[in-house]
């Protein structure tokens, strides 16, 4: 007779979490050896994740599709959350137990031209990973690139499998940088209907549609590009 673990759900694919699509799993083999310890194992797939997969606010949003960890990889840049979602598949592809938690933070050096497409520096429903690794979760935070790191004049986020990675609250020069202000909670999947509704209600129904809208409209070629973009502080 077979019965649940309390870990199940966090190793089974899911739409979203697509642990078990080939890419995903190749990807995870390639970069994580079978056997590995698994702390070592989330290390590497977190290095993979943060450096492998750019950081692109204006990334498409509004589909479960945009959050799948195979189009994420295929696609290869991204927003926080689709990167969580990708590391939390490459954990499952590694049986490694891992989920996606949420957090609202507050970003004191986001870009003007950023600020100006969200109306605000607080970031709502930010996306990071938890894994269970030697009998606790550990919190993992793959969203910024090494090179946006450096060019924001903050350390490039580490992860070593023993304790948790969040944001720096300050950056190299001793500046306010990212200040977390409430935790909406960890989930097996990504609710993205739940985000959208929060979305919603912080920046305005108004706004979240022109976003869609310019997705619908523009081609790739013409979103912004964050990775040029003027970093300011608050």
């Known amino acids: ?9 966090y190793l089974t694919a899911t739409a979203i979490i697509d642990c078990d699509h080939p890419k995903v799993r190749a990807y995870a083999k390639r970069v994580a050896e079978a056997g590995e310890d ?9 290095s993979a994740v943060r450096d492998g997969i750019r950081y692109d606010p204006y990334a498409p949003f509004y589909l479960p599709d945009h959050y799948r960890a195979s189009y994420v990889l295929e696609r290869g840049k991204s927003f926080c959350i689709p990167k969580a979602a990708l ?4 954990g499952r592809a590694c049986r490694i137990p891992s989920r996606i938690g949420f957090a609202t933070v507050k970003n004191h050096l986001a870009t003007k031209q950023l600020m100006d497409y969200l109306g605000s520096n607080i970031f709502v429903y930010h996306g990071f990973v938890e894994f269970h690794l030697r009998g606790k979760w550990v ?10 790191c450096e060019r924001h004049n903050v350390a490039p986020l580490e992860f070593s499998g023993h304790e ?19 935790y909406q909670g960890t989930y097996a999947d990504v609710p993205v209907a739940e985000i959208l509704e929060a979305w919603e209600r912080t920046y305005g129904k108004e706004r979240v549609q022109s976003w869609i809208d310019m ?3 523009r081609r790739a070629r013409d979103l912004p590009d964050f990775a040029t973009e ?4 608050d």
Do not use: G, W
């Open 1 to 9: 007779m077979n019965r649940e673990t309390p870990f199940d759900e």
């Open 38 to 46: 698994p702390v070592e194992q989330s290390v590497k797939l977190y």
């Open 87 to 90: 590391l939390c598949a490459l």
């Open 139 to 148: 919190k993992a935070t793959p969203a910024f690139n090494r090179e946006l």
């Open 164 to 182: 948790d990675s969040l944001f720096h609250p300050y950056n190299s020069a001793n500046q306010k940088y990212m200040e977390y202000l409430e």
């Open 215 to 217: 997705h619908k409209t």
């Open 230 to 233: 003027e970093v300011v502080s």
